[in-house]
């Protein structure tokens, strides 16, 4: 490992041997880590100091910088010393200083600035390796990063944690972490995640006993996991307060693999879940003051298909909505979006009524059970029509609407038109796109427009800021 400071000059900084070094280990590619810039804020200590995008942070007061972590944790004092590399490729260092509470002024370019550690484990249900073959590589890289589980909360089996990993996760107080658990027995553990399954839970008890803090997901697993496993992975977790919940998730599997044929689809699979954790949420809520363990909108959804918004739990049952990127709480928050934009709604009706036009909201088969549903009961009833998409790209039972691609949208929407439906506008909502523009099968909002034949645009996934935006759209056709 390079040893920084044999090379740091008697203020802390690189000095010159360091910069040479530094220009060497660069050109040479040895230094993988560096925080690229996105952009500056005009007017910041950043800006001052000249740095624009292109530029890239290889060290703050001589430590290297790793990722957005390092970043929070080494600039966190009012004056440091900055060794970057230029747009043109040379090297530097500079001193900066700002006023208290003031942004330093830097974007960077993604959360981790080396390389991301990737999954050595075997998971009998991992998604990824259930993808087409056509799929793009990014899709198909497995992380397995516990500082991705802090940022952007993805979550980590901590099976691949090191020595160093556990000590800077302790003195960086890296916390909450997001935890893949599935279940607490080591013979079925290792048959659900491969041989490295035991370390995961001795790096748990480590960091647990550390006092960092966590969030754990349970993959569901029809007759294997789920049951009297659940019960005991539940006991366990609960016997941990630095547990601070659970999320429980069914399978999901693709067309492309010859595993799995069944999840928890069926009501009376998915009730029996509901009722597995029904004791569990009653003590903690009693004891803890919230249900601490929650079961994924799925579960909800197809336990009861035909009154689901009768039996669908309150929004305070999700508290601060921890899980909600786990697809926890998703529903609820939909329901209660949308009835508080009422007035949005009444906007947006009267705009297509005056105009004689309807729109066609793209959706995921997953929302059927509950979206046409609010529609029908609003203004914009018959204006604004749900626009059901099976998802034909990854199959099996992959249904929701963030998940739907660009082909499948195309498709639907231009066999729809063949048929006979007038389709003056249809919206997608923007989950369907990632931040560069493209969809899961890599096409831009231009090629689905293109294959589709219909107008075609993006808009928000929030109902207050979506109605606004279809009636913005209505207006300039």
């Given at each position: ?11 802390g ?109 075997n ?19 497995r ?14 089996t ?13 003195a ?11 279940a ?20 748990c ?6 006092g ?52 928890f ?113 609003s ?25 739907l ?48 034949g ?17 009636d ?6």
């Amino acid at each position: 490992m390079f040893a920084w400071e044999e090379f740091l000059g008697d203020n802390g900084s690189l000095g010159q041997k360091g910069l040479s070094l530094l220009s060497h280990f660069c050109q040479e590619r040895v230094l993988v880590s560096e925080a690229r810039i996105e952009s500056v804020q005009e007017g910041s200590p950043a800006d001052d100091a000249g740095f624009t995008a292109g530029y890239a942070i290889l060290a703050v007061d001589g430590e290297p910088v790793r990722d957005l972590i390092d970043w929070r944790w080494l600039s966190s004092e009012d004056c440091m010393t900055l060794s970057y590399r230029d747009a043109e490729g040379g090297f530097g260092e500079v001193e900066l200083d700002r006023e208290p509470g003031e942004d330093w002024g830097f974007e960077f370019e993604g959360v981790i600035f080396d390389k991301i550690k990737t999954c050595r484990n075997n998971c009998l249900f991992c998604f990824m390796r259930q993808l087409p073959e056509d799929a793009r590589p990014s899709l198909k890289l497995r992380d397995d990063d516990f500082r991705l589980s802090f940022l952007t909360g993805t979550f980590a089996t901590l099976t691949n944690l090191t020595d160093d990993d556990r000590e800077r996760i302790i003195a960086q107080r890296i916390s909450p972490l997001r935890v893949s658990l599935h279940a607490i027995s080591p013979e079925l553990r290792e048959r659900l995640i491969g041989r490295h399954a035991g370390k995961g839970i001795e790096e748990c008890e480590r960091l647990l006993h550390a006092g960092i803090e966590m969030h754990m997901q349970i993959v569901l697993l029809p007759g294997l996991n789920d049951g009297h496993e659940l019960e005991k992975s539940l006991a366990w977790a609960y016997g941990h307060e630095g547990i601070a919940s659970v999320g429980i998730v069914p399978l999901g599997f693709t067309r492309h693999q010859s595993t799995f044929e069944a999840s928890f689809n069926d009501p009376q699979a998915a009730q029996g879940l509901l009722a597995t954790i029904a004791p569990f949420q009653k003590r903690a809520e009693a004891e803890r003051g919230a249900a601490w363990v929650y079961a994924a909108d799925e579960f909800y959804r197809n336990a009861y298909p035909e009154n689901l918004m009768d039996m669908l739990p309150q929004t305070s049952h999700y508290g601060d909505f921890d899980m909600y990127e786990d697809g926890i709480g998703i529903i609820r928050s939909a329901v209660d979006d949308w009835q508080a934009a009422s007035q949005a709604a009444a906007a947006t009706a009267a705009t297509l009524k005056a105009r004689g036009q309807r729109v066609h909201q793209v959706i995921g088969e997953a929302m059927c059970a509950y979206f046409p549903k609010l529609v029908a009961q609003s203004p914009l009833d018959g204006l604004l029509v749900p626009f059901p998409v099976r998802n034909g790209y990854f199959g099996g039972n992959v249904d929701v609407t963030g998940l739907l691609c660009g082909c499948d949208i195309a498709r639907a929407l231009r066999e729809a038109a063949a048929a006979g439906e007038r389709i003056s506008l249809a919206v997608v909502p923007s989950v369907v796109f990632n931040d560069d523009g493209v969809t899961l099968d890599g096409m831009a909002l231009e090629d689905v427009r293109r294959e589709a034949g219909v107008p075609l645009a993006v808009v928000s996934c929030i109902p207050s800021d979506y109605l606004l935006e279809i009636d913005e759209l209505v207006k300039r056709l």
